[in-house]
Every structure is written in structure tokens, then in C-alpha cells.
């Protein structure tokens, strides 16, 4: 079956740098697009970033777009979010998801329905707590 797990999260002061991570297991990782989504308390999924199976193309949310780096790493089955300039509003937890095909692209991640985030494989996630 497929897993992933993230890790990395962490209390950390507003304005630094934290780097997330998210391992896959249960299928050749390289196949498939990831993605990277966040729930703050009291809110539903909300994408962060997404990236293709090779890693070269990247898409980001405009709440992230210059601060978040999305990064993959196929020979380690591993999913980066390298996170700078860190605000009190990014306190949530952060999830890794991939889709069931390989024939989902990572552009299409990002503009997904919320009936159609439920189809994606999700990882438990990893809490950022951003402190003032």
C-alpha cells in the first residue's frame, strides 16, 4: 500500500527557516507527482505546493510562492518543503499527498476540488507551529 510520512515540524520563531520532509514507501516513488497541503486550526485542506515526478516542474500557492521551496529527491523517495521567512498564519499541520495514477500531473493538483483532494494517497501530517 502506499504511505507517506512527513516529518520535520516543529515550534519555531516568526521570520526563520524550517525544512519539512515526506518519505514514500509502497510503490516506485519516481512515478508520481507530489504535493504538499496545510490545514491551520479550524480550516480545511489548502494547497501549498505540488511538483512532477522528476521534480522540474513546480507549482506553489500565491500564500507561498517566494518564501516555500518544493523539492523531491527520488533516490531517497523523499519530498522537501523548504519553508523561509516563516509568519504566524503558516501554523498548521502540513501533509504530503500523491495521486493514485501516475497520469495525475502536478499542475492539476493544485486546482482540485476538495472531493477530489480525497482521492489523493495522504500522509498523517506534521504540526509548524509559527510563534510571534
Known amino acids: 500500500q502506499v504511505q507517506l510520512e512527513e516529518s520535520g515540524g516543529r515550534l519555531v520563531q516568526a521570520g526563520t527557516s524550517l525544512k519539512l520532509s515526506c518519505v514514500g514507501s509502497?510503490?516506485?516513488?519516481?512515478?508520481?507527482?507530489m504535493a504538499w497541503f496545510r490545514q491551520g486550526p479550524g480550516k480545511e485542506h489548502e494547497f501549498v505546493a505540488a511538483l512532477s515526478r522528476s521534480g522540474g516542474a513546480v507549482y506553489y500557492s500565491d500564500s507561498v510562492k517566494g518564501r516555500f521551496t518544493i523539492s523531491r529527491d527520488n533516490f531517497q523517495n523523499t519530498m522537501y518543503l523548504e519553508m523561509r521567512d516563516l509568519k504566524p498564519e503558516d501554523t498548521a499541520y502540513y501533509l504530503c499527498?500523491?495521486?493514485?495514477?501516475?497520469?495525475?500531473?502536478?499542475?492539476?493538483?493544485?486546482?482540485?476540488?476538495?472531493?477530489?483532494?480525497?482521492?489523493?494517497?495522504w500522509g498523517r501530517g506534521t504540526l509548524v507551529t509559527v510563534s510571534s
Open positions: 509502497g510503490r516506485p516513488f519516481n512515478a508520481y507527482a
Open positions: 499527498a500523491t495521486p493514485e495514477s501516475a497520469d495525475t500531473r502536478a499542475q492539476s493538483i493544485a486546482t482540485m476540488s476538495l472531493a477530489q483532494q480525497r482521492q489523493l494517497h
